[in-house]
């Protein structure tokens, strides 16, 4: 019996982990470098470039950039900007699931 709950309760963390967001991405980028990031997780929706978003700073900026899915991970490339700055990326009104819940919150990552 209390095997069968040990199985359980690791099955249990495991999913957890599992199902959590993985976003990839360097906290420092070169002057004008190309940034590649990938994202991966248990998405309710589907990302899209209208989910993307780059902030300097806490201002919204317009970088070029695009995404593509491959099997259930999504790959984001940008050309950043000359300018040695603080920046984030942002993936908004997304859901995902985290454990067994759906979670709304926006994924954001800094980057300079």
Same mark, same amino acid.
């Given at each position: 019996m #209390? #095997?069968?709950f040990a199985f359980i309760l690791l099955f249990i963390f495991m999913f957890n982990f599992i199902s959590a967001v993985e976003f990839d +991405? #360097?906290?420092? /980028?070169?002057?004008?470098e190309t940034l590649i990031t990938k994202l991966s997780g248990n998405f309710v929706d589907t990302i899209s470039r209208e =989910? %993307? *978003? *780059?902030y300097e700073d806490y201002v919204r900026?317009?970088?070029q950039y695009d995404i593509t899915r491959i099997e259930d $991970? /999504? /790959? %984001?490339y940008a050309l950043l900007p000359e !300018?040695? !700055?603080?920046y984030s990326i942002s993936i $908004? @009104?997304?859901k995902y699931y985290q454990g067994s819940k759906i +979670?709304? @919150? @926006? %994924?954001?990552? =800094? *980057?300079s």
């Open positions: #209390k #095997k069968e +991405i #360097k906290s420092s /980028y070169s002057q004008g =989910n %993307i *978003f *780059f900026v317009p970088i $991970e /999504y /790959y %984001i !300018k040695q !700055k603080n $908004e @009104d997304v +979670i709304e @919150d @926006d %994924i954001k990552r =800094n *980057f």
